[in-house]
């Protein structure tokens, strides 16, 4: 089995995925997605969103890092697919399920899903292009408005040179409204040769085995329900092995949220740090009831220090350094 950290654009930053995965548990995570649009990009480009490609293209932890990338041209996305091999990416995966409009206006994400013959043109191209020794995955969702061509759109993927697939089990109109519809992870797996990855509705161990045992996969991938219980993929793991591991306790997580905001304190400007963090204060609230009377607390602050002194983090110790 295999547990990957889910692409999540404008929340799983290399800040978030430096901290989750050093809880453990995690076998690769993905960057968010790099828009390609008509041109080869900058090296700028890829080292904004993926930063972890100039320290050898994993986290701190040691988990390794795809690179995800967007778009509908075949030969523009083999071109980056290439030049992102070249610096130093391990795996590339295509984003076949961003639910954004913004994106799918503009012929990216889902909305290809409704053609799955671009679909193998692109994992086509793409895995011409790049060396035979780097994978190329790619992910999904159901479909745009209906799952009607689901099993066609995974077969185009896998025939096309997709090594993995991994089924967001919901369509793209479906958005994030429970439920995931995980026995249509089961339907995809029949119909492909290559190892498919369940993600979608994994909250707790007990959601996972409920999973396991619709999908009929043993691979998974977590997103909301990792950044609001960072030790899930940890303890999902422990339950494989048929033991039971203590879910992490909120004083325990502190030096998990310390280290966040020490990151984003010295990675970004003063005018954005402070929503990143309170963006994942209100995530854990689902997990944590101590989130809740955080939340409140730093819901209306934007003051740096002042998060600073909430979290007890010395900014005159000896290498902090933070954004201007």
């Keep these: ?7 999540m654009e404008g929340l799983v930053d290399d800040i978030l995925r ?3 995965t050093g809880v453990g548990g995690v076998d690769w995570c993905v ?3 790099i ?3 008509d041109r080869l990009l900058p090296v700028s480009s890829f080292h ?7 320290r050898g293209a994993a986290t701190r932890a040691g988990t390794p890092l795809r690179v995800q990338l967007l778009g509908s041209d075949p030969l523009c996305l083999a071109d980056n697919a290439a030049f992102a091999c070249s610096l130093g990416a391990p795996a ?6 961003c639910p954004a409009k913004t994106v799918n206006k503009s012929r990216g994400g889902a909305i290809l899903l409704n053609e ?3 679909l193998h043109s692109i994992l086509s191209e793409v895995r011409k292009a790049v060396p035979a020794a780097i994978p190329v995955t790619a992910k999904m969702r159901l479909g745009f408005d209906s799952k009607d061509g689901a099993l066609d759109c995974a077969r185009a993927l896998a025939d096309g040179g997709a090594a993995q697939l991994v089924v967001h089990a919901r369509t793209k109109v479906e958005g994030y409204k429970p439920p995931a519809h995980w026995e249509w992870v089961a339907r995809v797996k029949d119909v492909v040769d290559v190892p498919v990855f369940a993600n979608g509705d994994i909250w707790s161990v007990d959601d996972w ?5 619709v999908s009929g996969v043993e691979n998974i991938m977590l997103g909301r329900g990792l950044v609001c219980r960072p030790d899930l993929a940890r303890q999902i793991e422990a339950a494989t092995a048929g033991e039971l591991l203590e879910p992490i306790s909120w004083d325990a997580l502190q030096p998990l949220l310390a280290d966040f905001w020490r990151q984003a304190r010295r990675k970004m400007s003063p005018r954005y740090a402070p929503g990143r963090f309170k963006q994942w204060i209100s995530l854990l609230t689902r997990s944590y009831p101590q989130a809740v009377t955080m939340f409140a607390q730093v819901r209306r602050e934007n003051d740096c220090e002042r998060l600073d002194a909430l979290l007890g983090l010395d900014v005159n110790a000896p290498g902090f350094k933070a954004a201007i």
């Design 1 to 7: 089995m295999q547990i990957a950290l889910a692409p």
């Design 18 to 20: 430096d901290v989750l």
């Design 31 to 33: 960057t968010e997605f």
């Design 35 to 37: 828009r390609v649009s």
């Design 48 to 54: 904004r969103l993926a930063p972890e490609l100039q």
């Design 92 to 97: 590339i995966d295509l984003n076949f399920g």
């Design 116 to 118: 799955p013959e671009l």
């Design 209 to 213: 085995r409920r999973c396991r045992e």
